[in-house]
């Protein structure tokens, strides 16, 4: 790789911390990153090759799936592994500069924002929880009307089949009832238990591949020494036809952007109405 | 400011009872979320929207939900239409008891009339 041509990629941004980001924090170069210190800020950066982040090839790269999840694997288990040692806040995805000098300045106008960030999500992890109304199986139908069936029994036949429709319709929305029911107890519950909660829009099977029809999506700010009463509190949610699962401890990423603070400076592109919100505690 | 790791090791993060992240929930934290500050690289994220990509993401589930009245990651959790179109459906079934109620009753007057 020529280093001349490589841009920095910054993960995360963190206060100085002792040692080195922990083993196995490869990152998209499939080397481990480095720091770049600027004051009392340290980013955390790769050297990544221009032919793929650069302005052009990078638009063209986002919009290709298998890139782009590898990409954001390799941003997380950076961020990941640098949350075991030190509170990292993340950058969103593809966050690059030409050079260090690039990084020091993005460290220097970003500093306050940096700080308060830190001093918010210091000592705090990102808990995921998601819930599933599940897909009840298709009603088992003939494939096709006997042929030796009388009128009589054709005519059974057809109300039979209504009658698994209905049964199969009941039953399909009791569950999401059900599923809309807990979700909101659940939610309720753990936004009372976190430091903060943020609300995600569900998720499509095709991409998260988990059966069922999602219908929480949920992250709750949790300090790091709850994180197992929180899980448990979790674990005890449980109900027919209906999934819950917990994903985490992640680093904080839905609640490192929050607040009036990080609003984008007036002129610049405005946060588009992705469906999220969310809400902090005083 | 180093704090304690909460796990032994980064992988571990991931491997939760629930049985793991997928990668939507990858996704939707690191290209959704993590603060948004300028690079040298003009690669505006907002700009863009990832159509492509936001189109998986989203829309089928987002629409499927909606369809079943739950759309309350749009509003407060307790606003949700769902609620709402249960407490009409409620409303509902009461009106239709009153109303055979009532054509009982007049049925039964005009054999008496």
Same mark, same amino acid.
Not at chain 1, 122 to 140: I, N, Q
Not at chain 1, 263 to 276: H, I, L, Q, S, W
Not at chain 2, 35 to 60: H, M, P, Q, S, W
Not at chain 2, 91 to 108: D, S, V
């Given at each position: 790789?020529?280093?001349?041509?490589?841009?920095?990629?910054?993960?995360?941004?963190?206060?100085?911390?002792?040692?080195?980001?922990?083993?196995?924090?490869?990152?998209?170069?499939?080397?481990?990153?480095?720091?770049?210190?600027?004051?009392?800020?340290?980013?955390?950066?790769?050297?990544?090759?221009?032919?793929?982040?650069?302005?052009?090839?990078?638009?063209?790269?986002?919009?290709?799936?298998?890139?782009?999840?590898?990409?954001?694997?390799?941003?997380?288990?950076?961020?990941?592994?640098?949350?075991?040692?030190?509170?990292?806040?993340?950058? =969103?995805? +593809?966050?690059?500069? !030409?050079? $260090?000098?690039?990084? %020091? *300045? #993005?460290?220097? @106008?970003?500093?306050?924002?940096? /700080?308060?960030?830190?001093?918010?999500?210091?000592?705090?992890?990102?808990?995921?929880?998601?819930?599933?109304?599940?897909?009840?199986?298709?009603?088992?139908?003939?494939?096709?009307?006997?042929?030796?069936?009388?009128?009589?029994?054709?005519?059974?036949?057809?109300?039979?089949?209504?009658?698994?429709?209905?049964?199969?319709?009941?039953? =399909?929305? +009791?569950?999401?009832? !059900?599923? $809309?029911?807990?979700? %909101? *107890? #659940?939610?309720? @519950?753990?936004?009372?238990?976190? /430091?903060?909660?943020?609300?995600?829009?569900?998720?499509?099977?095709?991409?998260?591949?988990?059966?069922?029809?999602?219908?929480?999506?949920?992250?709750?700010?949790?300090?790091?020494?709850?994180?197992?009463?929180?899980?448990?509190?979790?674990?005890?949610?449980?109900?027919?036809?209906?999934?819950?699962?917990?994903?985490?401890?992640?680093?904080?990423?839905?609640?490192?952007?929050?607040?009036?603070?990080?609003?984008?400076?007036?002129?610049?592109?405005?946060?588009?109405?992705?469906?999220?919100?969310?809400?902090?505690?005083? | 400011?180093?704090?304690?790791?909460?796990?032994?090791?980064?992988?571990?993060?991931?491997?939760?009872?629930?049985?793991?992240?997928?990668?939507?929930?990858?996704?939707?934290?690191?290209?959704?979320?993590?603060?948004?500050?300028?690079?040298?690289?003009?690669?505006?994220?907002?700009?863009?929207?990832?159509?492509?990509?936001?189109?998986?993401?989203?829309?089928?589930?987002?629409?499927?939900?909606?369809?079943?009245?739950?759309?309350?990651?749009?509003?407060?959790?307790?606003?949700?239409?769902?609620?709402?179109?249960?407490?009409?459906?409620?409303?509902?079934?009461?009106?239709?008891?009153?109303?055979?109620?009532?054509?009982?009753?007049?049925?039964?007057?005009?054999?008496?009339?």
């Amino acid at each position: 790789m020529n280093s001349t041509t490589d841009l920095r990629y910054v993960y995360a941004v963190t206060r100085p911390f002792d040692g080195l980001p922990p083993e196995g924090a490869r990152g998209i170069s499939g080397q481990p990153p480095r720091l770049v210190r600027h004051g009392d800020l340290v980013a955390v950066v790769d050297a990544v090759p221009a032919a793929d982040f650069e302005e052009g090839p990078l638009k063209a790269r986002l919009e290709d799936l298998d890139w782009l999840a590898g990409t954001a694997r390799a941003h997380d288990a950076v961020v990941a592994a640098l949350a075991t040692v030190t509170c990292p806040v993340p950058l =969103r995805l +593809a966050t690059v500069c !030409r050079d $260090d000098s690039g990084v %020091r *300045r #993005l460290l220097e @106008e970003g500093g306050e924002r940096f /700080e308060r960030a830190l001093d918010r999500l210091d000592g705090r992890m990102e808990w995921g929880v998601k819930v599933y109304a599940e897909e009840p199986a298709p009603p088992a139908e003939p494939a096709s009307p006997r042929p030796s069936a009388g009128a009589g029994q054709a005519r059974g036949s057809g109300r039979d089949y209504l009658r698994r429709r209905m049964e199969a319709r009941r039953s =399909r929305e +009791a569950d999401w009832g !059900r599923a $809309d029911a807990l979700s %909101r *107890r #659940l939610h309720a @519950e753990l936004s009372a238990q976190a /430091e903060a909660a943020a609300l995600h829009r569900p998720q499509d099977a095709k991409l998260s591949g988990v059966a069922g029809v999602n219908v929480l999506n949920a992250a709750y700010l949790v300090d790091r020494t709850r994180g197992q009463e929180f899980a448990d509190l979790v674990h005890g949610y449980a109900e027919e036809g209906v999934q819950v699962r917990l994903t985490g401890p992640w680093v904080p990423y839905s609640f490192a952007g929050i607040g009036a603070e990080d609003e984008p400076p007036a002129g610049a592109a405005t946060e588009p109405g992705d469906g999220t919100q969310t809400a902090v505690r005083p | 400011m180093t704090m304690p790791a909460p796990r032994p090791s980064a992988s571990m993060a991931y491997q939760p009872e629930g049985g793991g992240a997928n990668l939507a929930d990858i996704l939707e934290r690191v290209l959704d979320k993590g603060v948004v500050i300028a690079g040298d690289i003009k690669i505006n994220l907002l700009d863009i929207e990832l159509l492509t990509i936001k189109l998986r993401l989203v829309v089928a589930s987002v629409e499927r939900a909606k369809e079943m009245g739950i759309d309350w990651w749009e509003s407060d959790p307790s606003l949700s239409s769902r609620a709402r179109s249960g407490e009409l459906a409620r409303e509902n079934a009461e009106l239709q008891r009153r109303i055979a109620e009532l054509e009982e009753r007049a049925e039964l007057e005009e054999r008496r009339g």
